[in-house]
T-cell receptor
Framework: AQKVTQAQTEISVVEKEDVTLDCVYE???????LFWYKQPPSGELVFLIRRNSFDEQNEISGRYSWNFQKSTSSFNFTITASQVVDSAVYFCALSEPGNNNDMRFGAGTRLTVKP | GAGVSQSPSNKVTEKGKDVELRCDPISGHTALYWYRQSLGQGLEFLIY????????KSGLPSDRFSAERTGGSVSTLTIQRTQQEDSAVYLC???????????FGQGTRLTVV
């Protein structure tokens, strides 16, 4: 069963636009962890954020912000004032202690930011 | 120290041959993951090692795939009798504790001809 759904396969925006990448997850655990990773054209995945299920506070880091809502099982990622360097594939992932702790990824969203 | 190191970076093999892919995790990291990424696709979970516990092999696509982790450090992913559909980038990641940030290697690009 799909644990993490990233419904947006590809998004294209123009520089300086804001963009939100959606992530919906499925779990029966009360304790779980959510992650976002960035995969730039170079290929190596880069960690962006980790959130545990007990912390629903939204987080902001520079132009990046994350909105975690347990009521809708979503952990969305917003880039404000996008830049060309933000072009990458972004992956959302879920780790469940009740499921061997392995980390399962969504299919990813390819973001293209045009100048 | 160094990050996660994978070797070889590229491997071309003939259909039917066996291949071994190596992953050197970050020293001290107890968790180690293998994923497969086909061209333009997401990350397909293969196997997960945590300390000395039995690995979670639930993602291995067939019995041609196996992996081991010796001494809680280096891991080897073996694919026997390779098929063309095995062509992909194989990614390894490690993390210091379960459920924490994973650090990824550059991957091994496997091409089966």
């Amino acid at each position: 069963a799909q644990k993490v759904t990233q419904a947006q396969t590809e998004i294209s925006v123009v520089e300086k636009e804001d963009v939100t990448l959606d992530c919906v997850y499925e779990t029966r655990d009360t304790t779980y962890y959510l992650f976002w990773y960035k995969q730039p054209p170079s290929g190596e995945l880069v960690f962006l954020i980790r959130r545990n299920s007990f912390d629903e506070q939204n987080e902001i880091s520079g132009r990046y912000s994350w909105n975690f809502q347990k009521s809708t099982s979503s952990f969305n990622f917003t880039i404000t004032a996008s830049q060309v360097v933000d072009s990458a594939v972004y992956f959302c992932a879920l780790s469940e202690p009740g499921n061997n702790n392995d980390m399962r990824f969504g299919a990813g969203t390819r973001l293209t930011v045009k100048p | 120290g160094a990050g996660v190191s994978q070797s070889p970076s590229n491997k071309v093999t003939e259909k039917g041959k066996d291949v071994e892919l190596r992953c050197d995790p970050i020293s001290g990291h107890t968790a180690l993951y293998w994923y497969r990424q086909s061209l333009g696709q997401g990350l397909e979970f293969l196997i997960y090692f945590q300390g000395n516990s039995a690995p979670d092999k639930s993602g291995l696509p067939s019995d041609r795939f196996s992996a081991e982790r010796t001494g809680g450090s280096v891991s080897t992913l073996t694919i026997q009798r390779t098929q063309q559909e095995d062509s992909a980038v194989y990614l390894c990641a490690s993390s210091p504790l379960r459920n924490t940030e994973a650090f990824f290697g550059q991957g091994t690009r496997l091409t089966v001809v």
